[in-house]
């Protein structure tokens, strides 16, 4: 696996390419695995807890959620093809998600108006990887509710569908 | 045709227009790529023999021809046609069942010869012969598989599945209602009333019969919710729950079926209140939940007052006082079940009690209903799509091959909305050149004119609903997502509507494959 020191993975909605040299290279090739479908985390509870259960988001506060080792995603996954759903944001807004080893991108993953009721979108989301490009240890994902006011939460669900290695 | 590898390196792939100009051309060089085998039928023991008494089903001790169909690939969305003729041959191996019996292939070599629509091994004179023994029937519900492998311009290898029959001790081979008594086991409808009997004279009750209805609808108990909503009111069939009926406990065991029913605008009730669970069904009430059933979710007033001529059977029957034309003698137009009676005839459903008779007010018995249900929702005991199917293993290390972006399926046209709480199957590898050795794919999933708020979760087959989703909506709402789906043994997926009442139209685009 080719190693850059400034290599960047895409989000699927906004695209992301930074590099140094000559020609953009992502990481990979990666193939595909598929897990049961199973619900990653839900900030409305419903049995879930801790890390991947309630409080809903804080718009502005950045809060990580784990994913390897759970639902059958294991450590070493390079990248999980998630989906998305936001529920009751209070203020109109986006969701940003990017790996937890990374700053806060530019892109984001799916944009709503306030109150909308339940609005879903797929994402194969990448893991924080080291410089190696190997899965750090315990690799979580990073989610933030932007608004353009200050203020206000949205409750977030995570469902998972398969990985990529 | 392939399509591309993520990776970057070439395979073969044409972009859609080029390959309808060859088609065109009816030069298709390299057709054979193109074409595609499905599973269509299976007939098992057929005939009469020396070692078998023909009567259409597997059954201890006899050694029975057992024929598989299979279809070339049709048109793809695409307007590609498969034109070359296929020469296949099959294998059969690895009969195996419950252990404590015998399962013997006798002659594990079949010949189809030339394939060039859909083609019965029974056809080119050469099929399978298997036996199965047991000094001791190991389960009531007793299957086998086999696999097939076929050989040749297409090769294709299938599980097929052989119910075992005799499985009631009540219920002899001569009885008319064997098979499909079987048929109800096999397709998880009811099992018996006791570990080897299935009491065919007794008469079920409005709440077993609304458990049987609602399996019978949903493909199998695992596919019904346990809440949900009926006209705006919410239902919880668990403990500590909330049931819309006043005779209906949250916890009774008819619960989720009976609610369930009137999502679907069925109506078990005796009253819009009550179920009266434990009291029988009369022919008359048997006719009526069926013909409900099968225009779901339109209610009662979708089952047309007059009808025909049918384009299958050619029957037709008009209810209406003013112009009567009935085919029961005993169900007359002013009968409040007429139109249900003659809708399930003209549909070849039911053929009556004796000769033009229906019996109305006769209590229908265990033995009678199997009539109702196999014939109303189509179950059958041998062929592909027999909803006792596997989970698919775990895709692993698939590539991604990308297509240029093709529908697979759009409920508005032919129109079949899926109803709130159902679950359809969408068959995509074969489709928009998705092979049938493809995994996952990669689709978006569009929803449009759904009755009422919910989400659709979309699913691999041969597992029930999890517990997630994949978009939501709200009602008149169209919109759409794209996801991962890994596809079921069959190359398909399922749909599920979890949405409160009314139906959901959907479309899958798909834009890739992973194999």
């Known amino acids: 696996m080719t190693t850059k020191t400034t290599l960047r993975l895409m989000l699927l909605v906004g695209v992301l390419v930074v590099v140094s040299t000559a020609h953009a290279q992502g990481a990979g090739p990666y193939n595909f695995y598929s897990v049961t479908p199973c619900r990653l985390a839900d900030t409305r509870g419903f049995g879930f807890s801790g890390l991947s259960g309630p409080p809903a988001l804080s718009a502005g506060s950045p809060r990580n959620f784990p994913i390897a080792g759970l639902c059958g995603v294991p450590a070493d996954a390079k990248a999980a093809a998630l989906n998305v759903t936001v529920v009751s944001p209070a203020l109109e807004g986006f969701i940003k998600i990017w790996p937890s080893n990374q700053s806060l991108p530019a892109v984001s993953t799916i944009n709503f108006a306030a109150g909308e009721p339940a609005i879903a979108n797929g994402a194969i989301v990448p893991m924080a990887l080291d410089l190696q490009g190997n899965t750090i240890a315990d690799p979580q994902i990073s989610v933030v509710y932007g608004t353009a006011v200050p203020g206000g939460t949205a409750d977030l669900i995570l469902d998972v569908t398969g990985f990529f290695k | ?118 083609k019965s091994c029974a056809a080119a004179g050469n099929c399978y012969a298997m036996a199965v023994s047991a000094a001791k029937r190991p389960l009531q519900h007793w299957d086998t598989i086999f696999t097939e492998t076929l050989h040749g311009t297409v090769p294709r290898t299938k599980t097929w599945t052989l119910h075992v029959g005799d499985s009631f001790t009540d219920v002899p081979r001569s009885s008319p209602f064997y098979k499909k008594i079987e048929t109800l086991l096999h397709n998880g409808i009811t099992g018996g009333c006791t570990p080897t009997e299935y009491c065919p004279g007794q008469n079920p009750s409005r709440g077993e019969m609304a458990i049987f209805i609602a399996r019978a609808i949903a493909g199998g108990d695992a596919n019904l919710p346990s809440a949900g909503i009926v006209d705006g009111s919410a239902y919880n069939c668990t403990a500590g729950g909330i049931s819309l009926f006043t005779d209906v406990a949250p916890t009774d065991p008819y619960c989720k079926h009976v609610h369930y029913l009137a999502t679907q605008n069925v109506m078990l009730g005796c009253s819009p209140t009550s179920l009266c669970p434990s009291a029988n069904v009369d022919r008359d009430e048997m006719a009526g939940f069926i013909a409900e059933a099968i225009v779901r979710p339109g209610g009662e007033t979708a089952v047309p007052l007059a009808y025909g001529p049918d384009p299958v059977t050619g029957l037709s029957y008009s209810c209406d006082a003013g112009s009567p034309d009935t085919h029961f003698t005993d169900v007359s137009a002013s009968d409040p079940f007429c139109k249900d009676v003659h809708y399930l005839w003209a549909k070849g459903i039911i053929t009556g009690c004796a000769g033009d008779q229906y019996c109305p007010t006769v209590d229908l018995t265990r033995e009678a209903m199997s009539e109702f249900l196999v014939n109303a929702f189509a179950l059958k005991l041998y062929g592909p799509g027999t909803p006792i199917a596997l989970p698919p293993p775990p895709v692993v290390n698939a590539p991604f091959f990308a ?27 074969g489709q928009c050149e998705i092979p049938l050795s493809a995994k996952a794919v990669s689709i978006n999933v569009t929803v449009t004119q759904p009755a009422a708020a919910g989400n659709l979760v979309v699913f691999p087959a041969g597992i029930p609903p999890p517990a997630t989703s994949t978009i939501n909506y709200r009602a008149g709402q169209t919109r759409a997502n794209n996801a991962i789906i890994q596809l079921g043994s069959n190359g398909d997926i399922q749909v599920f509507a979890n949405q409160g009442a009314g139906t959901v139209h959907f479309i899958v685009d798909v834009n890739g494959y992973y194999e």
């Not at chain 2, 759009?410 to 709130?420: I, S």
């Open chain 2, 403 to 429: 297509l240029a972006p093709c529908r697979v399926i759009d409920t508005r046209n032919p129109d079949l909305a899926l109803a709130a709480g159902a679950t359809r199957n969408v068959t995509v590898a």
């Open chain 2, 1 to 118: 045709m392939r399509g591309v590898n993520s990776a970057g390196s070439p395979r073969k792939w044409v972009a859609r227009g080029a390959l309808l100009m060859v088609v065109a051309s009816a030069a298709i060089a390299s057709g054979g790529c193109q074409c595609q085998l499905f599973p269509q039928a299976l007939a098992v023991d057929p005939a009469l023999s020396a070692l078998s008494d023909g009567d259409l089903l597997f059954e201890p001790g006899e050694t029975v021809a057992v024929e598989p169909s299979w279809v070339k690939a049709r048109v793809t969305r695409g307007g590609f046609l498969c034109t070359t003729n296929l020469v296949e041959t099959g294998t059969a191996a690895s009969l195996t069942g419950p252990p404590g019996a015998d399962y013997t292939i006798t002659d594990s070599a079949a010949d189809y010869g030339i394939i060039s629509g859909s």
